[in-house]
């Protein structure tokens, strides 16, 4: 079955950049939207953004600028990059796969287990 | 955005009883409405998708209903394992948002 792996820094130092791969496996990243979702402690879920596997992107604007996506469909992977990081980036990071209509359910199927990442000095 | 608020923000609960989760969007989502279960240290679980689909493997005493802006989640006979958090989320347009969730916590 498809399952996903979040990797990166654990720790990333205030006004720098957090970078995130989540790897696939198990079946194509093709023919999907790919998000990013984060979690502070003890709070809610917050979608950063999405990818297609054609590479076409969204993100949300509360993040203003600062979100990159790619996608490498030869390696099976798609990554993250927030730059200018402070406290409040302070996350557990998700990866998952969004399944489109009509060929899925229109949700988020398939998470990653996550990443905790720490903005910190 | 679509704000998408939750109501309770947390309720304590029997095994055995049922229990309704409300999710409330601030426009008109149609049908796109997601419910998820969350348990601690876990990454949230999908049960119900187009506001009153059950995912496939999620138990039968999970079921969603609404359509428009008013959504509800019932768990008829908690059981044990149910005891988590969940949210709903829009996924009608981007940015794709969450409520705030629910907690439910045993009695």
């Known amino acids: 079955q498809v399952q996903l792996q979040e990797s990166g820094p654990g720790l990333v130092k205030p006004s720098e950049t957090l970078s995130l791969t989540c790897t696939v496996s198990?079946?194509?990243?093709?023919?999907?939207?790919w998000s990013w979702i984060r979690q502070p402690a003890g709070k809610g879920l917050e979608w950063i953004g999405r990818?297609?596997?054609?590479?076409?992107?969204n993100h949300n604007p509360s993040l203003k600028s600062r979100v990159t996506m790619s996608v490498d469909t030869s390696k099976n992977q798609f990554s993250l990059k927030l730059s200018s990081v402070t406290a409040a980036d302070t996350a557990v990071y998700y990866c998952?796969?969004?399944?489109?209509?009509?060929?899925?359910?229109?949700?988020?199927?398939?998470w990653g287990q996550g990443t905790m990442v720490a903005v910190s000095s | 955005d679509i704000q998408m608020t939750q109501s309770p923000s947390s309720l304590s609960a029997s095994v055995g009883d049922s229990v309704t989760i409300t999710c409330r969007a601030s426009q008109s989502i149609s049908s796109y409405l997601i419910w998820y279960q969350q348990k601690p240290g876990k990454a949230p679980k999908l049960l119900i998708y187009?506001?009153?689909s059950l995912q496939s493997g999620v138990p039968s005493r999970f079921s969603g209903s609404g359509s428009g802006t008013d959504f509800t989640l019932t768990i008829s006979s908690l059981q044990p394992e149910d005891f988590a958090t969940y949210y709903c989320?829009?996924?009608?347009?981007?940015?794709?948002?969450f409520g705030q969730g629910t907690k439910v916590e045993i009695k």
């Open positions: 989320q829009q996924s009608y347009s981007t940015p794709w948002t």
């Open positions: 187009a506001a009153s």
């Open positions: 990818i297609y596997s054609s590479g076409t992107t």
């Open positions: 998952a796969r969004f399944h489109p209509v009509p060929r899925g359910p229109n949700a988020f199927d398939i």
């Open positions: 198990g079946g194509s990243i093709s023919s999907y939207y």
